[in-house]
C-alpha cells in the first residue's frame, strides 16, 4: 500500500513556475513508476509526465515537453513536477499516481495502469 499527498499547487503568473511535490508513505516507495497527472474543470484526467523506479526513464506529454520536469528521490520518498513557462492551459488539478506495473515509462501514460492516487493539488495560472 501506498499513501501519496501532494502539495506545491498555487496560483501563478503565466510564464511563472511552479514545483509540484508528491510524498509518498510505504517502504517500497522506490519499487514503483512515479506519474503526474492533470484534470481541467469538464475534462478527462490527462497525462503528464512519468519517471522509472530509479530516475533512469522519463517520459512527458508533448504539451509540457521542455517545460516540466520530473525527478524523485528515494531516499525523500518524494516525486518532483518542476513547471516553468506555465501556460492557461496548465492549470488545473495535478495529481500523483504510483504504479507497480513493470512497463517502460512510454507505455504507462494512462491512468487504469496507476494502482495508487493522491488527492491533487490545484494549479492556477492567470493571463
Known amino acids: 500500500q501506498v499513501q501519496l499527498v501532494e502539495s506545491g499547487g498555487g496560483l501563478v503568473q503565466a510564464g511563472g513556475s511552479l514545483r509540484l511535490s508528491c510524498a509518498a508513505s510505504?517502504?517500497?516507495?522506490?519499487?514503483?513508476?512515479m506519474g503526474w497527472f492533470r484534470q481541467a474543470p469538464g475534462k478527462e484526467r490527462e497525462f503528464v509526465a512519468a519517471?522509472?523506479?530509479?530516475?533512469?526513464?522519463?517520459y512527458y506529454a508533448d504539451s509540457v515537453k521542455g517545460r516540466f520536469t520530473i525527478s524523485r528521490d528515494n531516499t525523500k520518498n518524494t516525486v518532483y513536477l518542476q513547471m516553468n513557462s506555465l501556460k492557461p492551459e496548465d492549470a488545473g488539478v495535478y495529481y500523483c499516481?504510483?504504479?507497480?506495473?513493470?512497463?517502460?515509462?512510454?507505455?504507462?501514460?494512462?491512468?487504469?495502469?496507476?494502482?495508487?492516487w493522491g488527492q491533487g493539488t490545484q494549479v492556477t495560472v492567470s493571463s
Open positions: 499516481a504510483a504504479s507497480g506495473r513493470t512497463l517502460p515509462v512510454v507505455v504507462l501514460t494512462t491512468t487504469v495502469r496507476y494502482d495508487y
Open positions: 510505504g517502504r517500497t516507495f522506490s519499487s514503483y513508476t
Open positions: 519517471i522509472s523506479w530509479n530516475g533512469g526513464s522519463t
